[in-house]
């Protein structure tokens, strides 16, 4: 557990109050997400707050020429709003809702997928405010700069990411992010997508999951160096919820994520949880992974 201390805003409340749960989106995703886990962290008696990073959420792009139909011609030539928009923008707007969550007791701060690139920046500036980290198949990067290098690795190759470069839309140099067409009907595309995604869900529940997704993504922030460091992030307890069915994020890179942060930190190692679903399966787990959020020690 990281040191208590003051914020810019007061003393943080003493031992025993009840903790806030932070949580923290993946790419092309938003608060929206989070629904599932927030009821059921909810009916255990526990709050949360659900982040929509820049220009994510209702603040999310969705241009005329991404509705049905559809004008990929112009799309691909419509700039992002996402462009320019960097892993500092991500932890800056949430250092500032865990120093205002921090005045009402602990914060766990959780980040999902590309999230944990964030939630570790976070961990680096104020470990101070954080109670504990929470990586669900999530990128905590040690001895690599950021995702894109790790996707470089072996661990990365048993990945089912890179057929989905055909969802792509426009060039990202000239948009400013990375594009995917997440309201194809190519049929051959939304099958390769729920296998790398959530392959153990229904047909049904895969398409719900579609219509709460946002088609652009920074590519500044994959790019960025999201290195966490022994001195600050390390000494914040932390876990890591290691997903054994994905297949995005597989699970040999999980593993390797907690080895080399075990390495660097190795008297404060992950707490590891592990939970036979998909990359964003989980969701649909939203009771269990409520289970191992709310016993965990703060």
């Known amino acids: 557990m990281s040191a208590v201390s003051s914020n810019l805003s007061g003393s943080r409340p003493a031992s025993g109050a009840a903790p806030t749960f932070v949580l923290v989106h993946g790419s092309g995703s938003s608060s929206f997400m989070w629904a599932p886990v927030q009821r059921e962290l909810a009916l255990l008696g526990h709050r949360s707050f659900a982040v929509d990073l820049p220009g994510h959420g209702l603040d999310a792009q969705y241009p005329v020429a991404y509705q049905a139909p559809q004008d990929l011609a112009a799309w691909a030539n419509e700039p992002s709003t996402l462009a320019?928009?960097?892993?500092?923008?991500?932890?800056?707007?949430?250092?500032?809702?865990?120093?205002?969550v921090a005045e009402?007791?602990?914060v766990v701060l959780v980040g999902a997928s590309l999230g944990g690139t964030t939630i570790s920046g976070v961990g680096n500036t104020v470990p101070e405010l954080v109670d504990r980290l929470v990586y669900i198949s999530a990128w905590s990067c040690v001895e690599?700069?950021?995702?894109?290098?790790?996707?470089?690795?072996?661990?990365?190759g048993a990945s089912l990411l890179a057929p989905l470069a055909a969802l792509n839309v426009g060039d990202p140099a000239h948009?400013?992010?990375?594009?995917?067409?997440?309201?194809?009907?190519?049929?051959?595309?939304?099958?390769?997508?729920k296998e790398a995604t959530m392959a153990d869900v229904s047909d049904e529940q895969f398409r719900a999951f579609l219509n709460i997704l946002q088609p652009d993504e920074s590519i500044a922030v994959m790019m960025s160096?999201?290195?966490?460091h022994a001195d600050t992030w390390g000494t914040i307890a932390r876990t890591y919820i290691r997903l054994t069915g994905d297949r995005s994020l597989p699970i040999a890179m999980q593993?390797?994520?907690?080895?080399?942060a075990d390495a660097l930190t190795p008297g404060n190692p992950?707490?590891?949880?592990?939970?036979?679903?998909?990359?964003?399966?989980?969701?649909?787990?939203?009771?269990?992974?409520?289970?191992i959020l709310g016993k965990l020690p703060v």
């Open 84 to 100: 320019g928009v960097s892993l500092r923008d991500n932890v800056g707007m949430v250092v500032d809702i865990v120093r205002r």
């Open 104 to 106: 009402h007791g602990p």
């Open 144 to 156: 690599l700069a950021n995702p894109i290098e790790y996707m470089q690795t072996p661990e990365f």
């Open 175 to 193: 948009v400013g992010a990375g594009r995917a067409n997440y309201r194809t009907s190519d049929p051959v595309l939304l099958a390769a997508l």
């Open 225 to 228: 160096d999201a290195r966490v």
């Open 255 to 260: 593993d390797r994520l907690i080895t080399e």
């Open 270 to 291: 992950y707490d590891v949880h592990t939970l036979d679903t998909t990359h964003a399966g989980f969701l649909f787990r939203a009771e269990e992974v409520a289970a």
